[in-house]
């Protein structure tokens, strides 16, 4: 049975930084997509950043800021997140694939994040920004 806690979230202020995990449990981190999604009030879920194996893809909004990564010895995801604004302030989901899903355009194939495309969720953990 896969299981996926995530931790770390709070309340911050604006330009700081903070970091999120994810253990996961009946699951391995090797050959398999791993993603963080966010899900802000009112707004639908939306993919932040992907990885396979070293791989990492991200949504514009958080390119540059945010750095996704493994730890495979303690089976744990992490999303270092960096210069923080009120429009990162979102519930963060921790999500896992039962293989590999990339997303190719143009015969280019990045790691995916297509919500559809992950099989296993957390129950997510709460991120504030405040200005």
């Known amino acids: 049975q896969v299981q996926l806690v995530e931790s770390g979230g709070g309340s911050v202020q604006a330009g700081e930084s903070l970091r999120v995990s994810c253990v996961a449990s009946?699951?391995?981190?090797?050959?398999?997509?791993m993603a963080w999604f966010r899900q802000a009030p009112g707004k639908e879920r939306e993919g932040v950043a992907s990885?396979?194996?070293?791989?990492?893809a991200y949504a514009d909004s958080v390119k540059g800021r945010f750095i996704i990564s493994k730890d495979y010895a303690k089976n744990t995801l992490y999303l270092q997140m960096s210069s923080l604004s009120p429009e990162d302030t979102a519930m963060y989901y921790c999500?896992?694939?039962?293989?590999?899903?990339?997303?190719?355009?143009?015969?280019?194939?990045?790691?995916?994040?297509?919500?559809?495309?992950?099989?296993?969720w957390g129950q997510g953990t709460q991120v504030t920004v405040s200005p």
């Open positions: 999500a896992a694939a039962s293989g590999v899903r990339t997303d190719c355009r143009g015969g280019v194939c990045f790691p995916s994040l297509k919500e559809t495309d992950f099989d296993y």
């Open positions: 009946g699951y391995t981190l090797t050959r398999n997509s």
């Open positions: 990885i396979i194996e070293s791989s990492p």
